[in-house]
């Protein structure tokens, strides 16, 4: 479901560039990633799930600054983006195409070794998932894999250390100690990225029951038939079929010996938990596992339920990321930091949450595709402004460097968003489509490899392995169920599609072999 915002002003006049960096101060940068939030649950955007429950902190990014309406991923899985962010390349350029491949090759050239060579101060405290240690970067300290939620290991050039506490908060903590000891001489580029919201969902403690009794709307095609659509009747993520009741579900009671069918780790997630904590774990979930399993239901009934239990774990995730994002911008304000530092908040890509029936991301369907970001530059982003033209994440390193008075590197392929931002409109010659490709299959989830092309009413999409075609007008069917391809009266659009396809394909020097 496509969204607009409802509070936004109108057009800026001409604000400060970086043009003239020789007499102002030079940007920090603070760039905030979670893992798995939906637009949908970004209360900014108007989606009814994130009215239900807000995100207060987040929106006052956007608030005070931009509001990004159509930015999108290039390969919607984590270390494939998070490699696109560091290197301003797509997958097939910065070699990291899957998230099982080799490890991210971490001697090519990205964003904080150029900002280095050009006197910034570098860090990234939380998840980095690219079987690597980072490189170009002053201060690391990254969590194990995915990480845990309680009583997570971080790993950092010296040693690898058991921390307690809920990882969202730590990473917080330990984001806030790096910036009271940073090197007050130089301008800072800070990644802060956050295991939440990744599958399986654990809120902190204190916000077991935030949502216990909330009620979340259903999405109208949760119970997606699939049809005229093989790749999508193909995949492995279903909340009612494809869900592990324990490890994702939490179904257990904590005192009965029930077997969970297909659930490789009902109880896995609790491991770093002390005793004491996983009894309060068991406490906040009985009574409402109890209610489930006192009385049979239909396999319909089964299936709502699970997406409200879902739901509820998924949003209290949220909300302490959104804590977070409080924490960091009081710090901010309380200190004088706020008034030259660029704040982004963002996530590696877009999530499903019930559309289709799903959980997980990978398609180049919308709720995937589409990245939600904010961002807050003051004197240079006026507040509410919407930015509605086609940015992607490979866009992120140039703009970045752009903002800091620096050239970006010839081999990145994004282009700078700044004057988008500081303009408030869409400049003439602006980018018309934008290219999308997912590698990883066979894989988890069972998501067939695609490639696509993307412009503003129109979606091409080539299951190249199994040469089948998706066709959305995205105007007339938004939540894409409708596939048109071949259909009469598509001929023209097709071919234009196909030819963009081939163009960006042409642009991006894609080898042939990653196109059959």
Not at 383 to 390: A, D, I, R, S, Y
Request: aromatic share 14%.
């Amino acid at each position: 479901m496509k969204t607009k915002i409802l509070t936004l002003t109108g057009l800026l006049p001409l604000l400060p560039t970086a043009a003239g960096f020789a007499q102002q101060e030079r940007p920090n940068i603070i760039f905030i990633m979670s893992d798995d939030h939906a637009r949908q649950a970004m209360s900014i955007y108007g989606h009814p799930v994130g009215q239900v429950a807000p995100t207060p902190h987040i929106d006052r990014i956007g608030h005070e600054g931009a509001v990004f309406m159509n930015n999108y991923c290039c390969n919607s899985i984590s270390g494939p983006s998070r490699a696109a962010i560091l290197t301003g390349k797509h997958s097939h350029k910065n070699g990291f195409m899957k998230n099982w491949a080799k490890g991210f090759d971490g001697s090519q050239q990205t964003l904080p070794k150029v900002l280095q060579q050009n006197g910034y101060q570098t860090a990234v405290i939380g998840k980095w998932h690219l079987i690597s240690r980072p490189t170009g970067f002053d201060h690391w300290m990254i969590l194990n894999d995915q990480g845990d939620y309680c009583n997570p290991h971080f790993i950092t050039e010296n040693d690898t250390t058991q921390h307690t506490g809920y990882v969202t908060d730590l990473i917080t903590s330990f984001t806030k100690e790096w910036l009271d000891g940073r090197d007050k001489a130089k301008p800072f580029f800070l990644m802060m990225h956050h295991k939440a919201v990744h599958r399986n969902w654990v809120p902190a403690e204190r916000h077991y029951r935030l949502y216990e009794n909330t009620h979340f709307p259903m999405p109208d095609n949760y119970f997606d038939t699939y049809e005229g659509r093989f790749a999508a009747s193909k995949q492995e993520m279903n909340i009612y079929r494809d869900m592990y009741e324990g490890h994702d579900l939490k179904m257990v009671t904590g005192t009965d010996s029930r077997t969970l069918l297909f659930d490789p780790w009902p109880n896995a997630f609790l491991n770093t938990m002390t005793p004491q904590e996983q009894d309060r774990f068991f406490e906040a979930y009985r009574e409402r596992n109890n209610a489930f399993y006192s009385h049979p239901r239909t396999s319909g009934e089964v299936a709502e339920w699970k997406y409200q239990r879902y739901m509820q774990d998924y949003m209290a995730t949220v909300k302490s990321v959104d804590e977070s994002v409080g924490e960091i911008l009081n710090y901010l304000q309380e200190t004088g930091l706020d008034k030259n530092t660029i704040v982004v908040y963002t996530t590696d890509q877009g999530f499903y949450l019930g559309e289709h029936g799903w959980f997980d991301k990978r398609f180049m369907y919308e709720e995937s595709f589409e990245m939600p970001m904010v961002m807050r530059w003051p004197g240079h982003i006026r507040p509410q402004t919407c930015v509605e033209g086609l940015t992607q994440n490979i866009d992120f390193a140039p703009t970045f460097l752009d903002m800091c008075g620096i050239s970006a590197p010839e081999d990145m392929q994004g282009i700078s968003f700044k004057p988008l931002v500081e303009k408030g409109k869409t400049p003439s010659g602006w980018r018309r489509s934008l290219y999308y490709h997912y590698y990883e299959f066979p894989g988890f989830h069972s998501v067939r490899a695609h490639c696509g092309v993307k412009m503003e009413r129109y979606k091409l999409i080539h299951f190249y392995k199994e040469d089948l075609w998706e066709l959305y007008d995205l105007k007339t069917d938004p939540t894409e169920m409708n596939n048109i391809y071949a259909k009469k009266g598509t001929e023209k659009i097709t071919g234009t599609l196909k030819k963009e396809l081939v163009r960006l394909q042409q642009q991006y020097d894609v080898p042939k072999e990653y196109c059959k």
